[in-house]
């Protein structure tokens, strides 16, 4: 997924709630994704990635 196609959503904790007034969005500058990731891996091995921000973000009750 191209990096302009992405916002992160800092604060969301329940993703079905409609309550958006704690969070804050940024868009992201870049993902670096673990090079050992495998989609078709079912045991999920290696399924992590660094997401570096735009912006910097101030940290509150909600991001910690």
Do not use: C, M
């Not at 990096?3 to 992160?8: D, I, K, L, Y």
């Not at 090079?35 to 999920?44: K, R």
């Amino acid at each position: 997924i191209p990096v302009e196609r992405v916002t992160a959503y800092l604060g969301k904790f329940n993703l079905s709630s409609p309550d958006d007034s704690k969070i804050t969005t940024s868009s992201v500058f870049n993902v670096f994704i673990h090079p050992d990731w495998d989609t078709q891996n079912e045991s999920f091995d290696a399924d992590i990635a660094v997401v570096v921000l735009d912006e910097i973000i101030e940290f509150n009750d909600f991001i910690q």
